[in-house]
Nanobody, 116 residues
Framework: QVQLVESGGGLVQPGGSLRLSCAASGSRFSINDMGWYRQAPGKERELVATISTSGTTDYGDSVKGRFTISRDNAKNTVYLQMNSLKPDDTAVYYC??????????WGQGTQVTVSS
C-alpha cells in the first residue's frame, strides 16, 4: 500500500521559516513527479511547487523566490523549504506523487500556520 507521510508543519511567526518533508513508501512503481499543494479555508487547493526526477522545478507565483523544493530520489523523499513566511501562507500543505506516470497519490496533509 502506497503511503505519503508528511512532516514539519507547525506554527511560525511572519518572516520565519519551516521545512516540510514527505516520504513515499510501499510503491512497486517508479516515482515520477513529486510536489506540494496547499489549501486554505474556503479556498481551492493550489500548486505550491513540483519537481521531476531530474530536478526540474515549477512554483506557484505566490511562493516564487521564497520557497524551494528539492528531493532525494534514493529516499523517495521530497522537501519544501519555506522562508519569509507570510500569514497568507497559512494552509494545509499536501504532498503529491505521480507513480508509473499514471497513478496519483496524496498525503494526509500537514498544517502550516503563520501568525504572530
Amino acid at each position: 500500500q502506497v503511503q505519503l507521510v508528511e512532516s514539519g508543519g507547525g506554527l511560525v511567526q511572519p518572516g520565519g521559516s519551516l521545512r516540510l518533508s514527505c516520504a513515499a513508501s510501499g510503491s512497486r512503481f517508479s516515482i515520477n513527479d513529486m510536489g506540494w499543494y496547499r489549501q486554505a479555508p474556503g479556498k481551492e487547493r493550489e500548486l505550491v511547487a513540483t519537481i521531476s526526477t531530474s530536478g526540474t522545478t515549477d512554483y506557484g507565483d505566490s511562493v516564487k523566490g521564497r520557497f524551494t523544493i528539492s528531493r532525494d530520489n534514493a529516499k523517495n523523499t521530497v522537501y519544501l523549504q519555506m522562508n519569509s513566511l507570510k500569514p497568507d501562507d497559512t494552509a494545509v500543505y499536501y504532498c503529491r506523487a505521480i507513480m508509473a506516470r499514471q497513478y496519483l497519490y496524496w498525503g494526509q496533509g500537514t498544517q502550516v500556520t503563520v501568525s504572530s
